[in-house]
T-cell receptor, first 115, second 116 residues
Framework: AQSVTQLDSHVSVSEGTPVLLRCNYS??????LFWYVQHPNKGLQLLLK????ATLVKGINGFEAEFKKSETSFHLTKPSAHMSDAAEYFC?????????????WGAGTKLIIKP | EAGVTQSPTHLIKTRGQQATLRCSPI?????VYWYQQALGLGLQFLLW???????NRGNFPPRFSGRQFPNYSSELNVNALELEDSALYLC???????????????FGPGTRLTVL
């Protein structure tokens, strides 16, 4: 069975500094990987996804993530944090169950931006 | 274009009662997914409906059930409510043929269920 581990439950950075949200996964085959963001009182939104094309994936709002198979990681980064980035971020891996796919969600990382 | 809508926004029930939650997908989307998000936890997959049929279900007891209507809207029913059912219930939709590993899911704002 596949699993996702988000290594930090909370990450706090100052506005204008880099952001790193860490995600490791276990997979028995070539996975698809996603990052979703959940702003307070708003629905979940896709940030970016990896689908076995380029290993460096660019998403919305200046975020990007790099798929590293050797390290089974899919860390999310942004060069410069903005106050509007404060939200909860979820790393997700697709799981092949019988003939169907199902998303396996990490527990989430709450990103706090200090002024 | 309207997004995924869910109703009600909040629902308060007592233990042993039944709860019904509703979801309308984005126009043109035929697949609907239900998730439970308990406080401090990631999303747990509940059910997936496509073209009116249940395609897959997560590791939840049978008192969690649902259905999808001909207009692709969906209903989640939770019978014999327990205190631990208190959570945010999220609905997501994908375009026709959902169920592939690369699908982007589009989420509604959720229904906050509180069981007293």
């Amino acid at each position: 069975a596949q699993s996702v581990t988000q290594l930090d439950s909370h990450v706090s950075v100052s506005e204008g500094t880099p952001v790193l949200l860490r995600c490791n996964y276990s997979s028995s085959y070539s996975p698809s990987l996603f990052w979703y963001v959940q702003h307070p009182n708003k629905g979940l939104q896709l940030l970016l996804k990896y689908t076995s094309a380029a290993t460096l994936v660019k998403g919305i709002n200046g975020f990007e993530a790099e798929f590293k198979k050797s390290e089974t990681s899919f860390h999310l980064t942004k060069p410069s944090a903005h106050m509007s980035d404060a939200a909860e971020y979820f790393c997700v891996v697709s799981d092949h169950l019988d003939s169907n796919y199902q998303l396996i969600w990490g527990a989430g990382t709450k990103l706090i931006i200090k002024p | 274009e309207a997004g995924v809508t869910q109703s009600p926004t909040h629902l308060i029930k007592t233990r042993g009662q039944q709860a019904t939650l509703r979801c309308s997908p984005i126009s043109g989307h035929t697949s609907v997914y239900w998730y439970q998000q308990a406080l401090g936890l990631g999303l747990q997959f509940l059910l997936w409906y496509d073209e009116g049929e249940e395609r897959n279900r997560g590791n939840f007891p049978p008192r969690f059930s649902g259905r999808q209507f001909p207009n692709y809207s969906s209903e989640l029913n939770v019978n014999a409510l327990e205190l631990e059912d208190s959570a945010l219930y999220l609905c997501a939709s994908t375009p026709e043929g959902g169920g592939t590993s690369t699908d982007t899911q589009y989420f509604g704002p959720g229904t906050r269920l509180t069981v007293l």
